[in-house]
């Protein structure tokens, strides 16, 4: 089993210590969960393109890419496709082109299928059940099946990933952005139903093209996961001055469920989105910006839907945890330092009292804009901050819930966003304070 490289060396040396993760649950009593013999980290990406659909590379170039990065699984999640049919492409024609068909012939020699048609060289795609065959390899590196379901909403951009999916799913539209996530979410719930299939669906890179508003997710049901961090360059995860960050998406969200609608957390997810993999790094969407960091106890599509589910996970854009663990009375954070590195962890929530009240955003002709509202500062505050590699925040007993964000000192080494720190968001934890 491949781990991080820090990580690696981190597991290596802490065989008799405990390393804890806080399961987020509906009350601030999560049971610590330890790595150890029966349980490990996985780190993953979960958005991935490639010629199947928009990105510029073959899927077994991708995952070789991946598990030489020391990744143990990664989901390919193509638009409106699964990998799983006879499919030739003119190699002139593809996003990748012929340096790309290049890379792949001298790479995998004995395993291109080619053919001529008409004097175009034109190559099969394998599919995905061939290149997983051929490339993972048990309780090291995992690959799964996904697919972006693309859908939207007059000119708003909708798009969702399902994890682990048996069979195509196509976009299901409706008469709002509301409508459509909700009748996407309840097409994977009724797949999963159906086959028995352990699947999830999460949301999208809901600031791509401002499509997703907070108040268009937060009445979502059967959703609970979208992304948090998403490292194509043109999500806008950091928002505009008319645009909350998907930061301030995700404590409305969390507000707005456990406080007033009595529906259950939503988790944050950091992920890549990656489309190009010829010129790393530069400034195109590129693999290795953000990845989830799963607890699980073996390698396997079932046993990461499962915790994740459970929220036995963080997600990472570069910084690694030791240890994280909740109780009724506090939540503590501990990271893995690295070097000369330093650390500033927030506490981050919203308590009893806050203001619900939301108002619009206005644009300069005075008409409202399809914008998250803006609440005031009661709604994800900052509760407490803390310099350095631990911390602990103990409940007041007014807390709706408190999730961790863990900023380091070193900069992204590739960045979604130019100037973005390498950070790690903790899943939120319910507290003392939400109405029973």
Same mark, same amino acid.
């Given at each position: 089993?491949?781990?991080?490289?820090?990580?690696?060396?981190?597991?290596?040396?802490?065989l008799?210590?405990?390393?804890?993760?806080?399961?987020?649950?509906?009350?601030?009593?999560g049971?610590?969960?330890?790595?150890?013999?029966?349980?490990h980290?996985?780190?993953?990406?979960?958005?991935?393109?490639s010629?199947w659909?928009?990105?510029?590379?073959?899927?077994?170039?991708?995952?070789?890419?991946y598990?030489?990065?020391?990744?143990?699984?990664?989901?390919?999640?193509?638009h409106?496709?699964?990998?799983?049919?006879?499919?030739w492409?003119d190699?002139?024609?593809?996003?990748?082109?012929?340096?790309?068909?290049?890379?792949?012939?001298?790479?995998?020699?004995?395993?291109?299928?080619?053919?001529?048609?008409?004097?175009?060289?034109q190559?099969?795609?394998?599919?995905f059940?061939?290149? !997983?065959?051929?490339?993972?390899?048990?309780?090291?590196?995992?690959?799964?099946?996904?697919?972006?379901?693309?859908?939207?909403?007059?000119?708003?951009?909708?798009?969702?990933?399902?994890?682990?999916?048996?069979?195509?799913?196509?976009?299901?539209?409706g008469?709002?952005?509301?409508?459509?996530?909700?009748?996407?979410?309840?097409?994977?719930?009724?797949?999963?139903?159906?086959?028995?299939?352990?699947? %999830?669906?999460?949301l999208?890179?809901?600031?791509?093209?401002?499509?997703?508003?907070?108040?268009?997710?937060?009445?979502?049901?059967?959703?609970?996961?979208?992304?948090?961090?998403?490292?194509?360059?043109?999500?806008?995860?950091?928002?505009?001055?008319?645009?909350?960050s998907?930061?301030?998406?995700?404590?409305?969200?969390?507000?707005?469920?456990?406080?007033?609608?009595?529906?259950?957390?939503?988790?944050?997810?950091?992920?890549?989105?990656?489309?190009?993999?010829?010129?790393?790094?530069?400034?195109?969407?590129?693999?290795?910006?953000?990845?989830?960091?799963?607890?699980a106890?073996?390698?396997?599509?079932?046993t990461?839907?499962?915790?994740?589910?459970?929220?036995?996970?963080?997600?990472?854009?570069?910084?690694?945890?030791?240890?994280?663990? !909740?109780?009724?009375?506090?939540? !503590?954070v501990d990271?893995?330092?690295?070097?000369?590195?330093?650390?500033?962890?927030? %506490?981050?929530?919203?308590?009893?009292?806050?203001?619900?009240?939301?108002?619009?955003?206005?644009?300069?002709?005075?008409?409202?804009?399809?914008?998250?509202?803006?609440y005031?500062?009661?709604?994800?505050?900052?509760?407490?901050?803390?310099?350095?590699?631990?911390?602990?925040?103990?409940?007041?007993?007014?807390?709706?819930?408190?999730?961790?964000?863990?900023?380091?000192?070193?900069?992204?080494?590739?960045?979604?966003?130019?100037?973005?720190?390498?950070?790690?968001?903790i899943q939120?934890?319910?507290?003392?304070?939400?109405?029973?």
């Open positions: 089993m491949k781990h991080l490289p820090i990580l690696g060396v981190v597991m290596a040396s802490l008799g210590v405990a390393i804890v993760l806080s399961s987020a649950v509906d009350s601030a009593e049971k610590p969960l330890e790595a150890g013999p029966s349980l980290w996985y780190k993953g990406n979960m958005h991935t393109h010629h659909s928009d990105g510029d590379d073959y899927l077994e170039m991708i995952a070789t890419w598990d030489d990065h020391d990744y143990d699984f990664l989901v390919f999640t193509d409106n496709v699964l990998a799983n049919k006879e499919r492409v190699v002139d024609k593809t996003k990748g082109g012929k340096p790309a068909y290049e890379k792949l012939k001298a790479k995998f020699p004995d395993w291109i299928e080619e053919r001529t048609q008409e004097e175009v060289l190559v099969r795609l394998r599919t059940a061939e290149v !997983s065959e051929k490339l993972a390899r048990a309780d090291e590196f995992l690959l799964i099946q996904g697919e972006e379901i693309s859908d939207q909403f007059h000119r708003h951009p909708i798009h969702m990933n399902v994890h682990n999916v048996p069979e195509l799913l196509t976009p299901r539209g008469e709002s952005v509301r409508e459509v996530i909700q009748n996407n979410v309840d097409a994977v719930r009724a797949l999963r139903e159906r086959t028995g299939e352990p699947m %999830f669906v999460h999208n890179h809901p600031n791509f093209g401002y499509a997703v508003t907070a108040e268009d997710l937060f009445p979502i049901v059967g959703e609970k996961f979208f992304e948090v961090y998403n490292g194509h360059p043109g999500v806008h995860n950091s928002g505009d001055g008319q645009h909350a998907t930061e301030r998406i995700w404590d409305i969200v969390l507000t707005k469920r456990l406080a007033e609608l009595d529906l259950p957390v939503m988790y944050g997810l950091a992920v890549d989105d990656g489309h190009n993999y010829h010129k790393i790094p530069s400034r195109a969407s590129e693999p290795g910006r953000g990845w989830v960091m799963v607890l106890n073996e390698l396997t599509p079932a990461l839907v499962e915790a994740m589910e459970d929220g036995k996970f963080y997600s990472s854009s570069g910084v690694t945890l030791k240890r994280v663990e !909740s109780s009724s009375r506090e939540l !503590s990271v893995d330092v690295v070097g000369d590195e330093t650390y500033t962890i927030e %506490f981050i929530g919203t308590r009893k009292g806050y203001n619900p009240e939301g108002k619009p955003v206005v644009g300069k002709d005075g008409d409202e804009l399809p914008a998250t509202l803006v005031d500062g009661t709604i994800g505050e900052v509760l407490e901050t803390v310099e350095g590699p631990k911390a602990t925040y103990t409940f007041h007993g007014n807390e709706i819930y408190v999730r961790a964000r863990i900023t380091s000192s070193l900069a992204h080494p590739n960045p979604s966003e130019l100037g973005d720190p390498q950070r790690a968001w939120p934890v319910v507290g003392p304070g939400k109405p029973q």
